[in-house]
């Protein structure tokens, strides 16, 4: 049975940083990403990876302050988001697929990952 658990959440002043965790277990994955969603908007997507290929995308909102990583060893993906920002607040959701994004476009699609985590809160005060 697959599961994917985050965390690393919680409250951080505006400028900090935090690293997110995503622990997989059930099955090792190529492609896998974070989402987020803020109280009252819909999820969006916010960086993912496809580790055959060493493609990572990123989010306009978070470029150049996000880092998508993996610990193979430890089966766990990480987001690293400095220079936070009270607009990151949300809750970030890891998520996995069992196909690899044939466009750049689709690594964005939340429809395309069969797998998703509860969720870890990231909160950022200004």
């Known amino acids: 049975q697959v599961q994917l658990v985050e965390s690393g959440g919680g409250l951080v002043q505006a400028g900090g940083s935090l690293r997110l965790s995503c622990a997989a277990s059930g099955r090792t994955f190529d492609v896998m990403g974070w989402f987020r969603q803020a109280p009252g908007k819909v999820r969006e997507f916010v960086s993912a990876?496809?580790?055959?290929?060493?493609?990572?995308v990123y989010s306009e909102s978070v470029s150049g302050r996000a880092t998508i990583s993996r610990d193979s060893g430890k089966n766990t993906v990480l987001l690293q988001m400095n220079s936070l920002k009270p607009e990151d607040t949300a809750v970030y959701y890891c998520?996995?697929?069992?196909?690899?994004?044939?466009?750049?476009?689709?690594?964005?699609?939340?429809?395309?990952?069969?797998?998703w985590g509860q969720g870890t809160q990231v909160t950022v005060s200004p």
């Open positions: 998520a996995a697929r069992l196909t690899r994004p044939l466009t750049t476009d689709l690594f964005a699609d939340g429809s395309g990952y069969e797998y």
């Open positions: 990876k496809d580790w055959s290929t060493s493609k990572a």
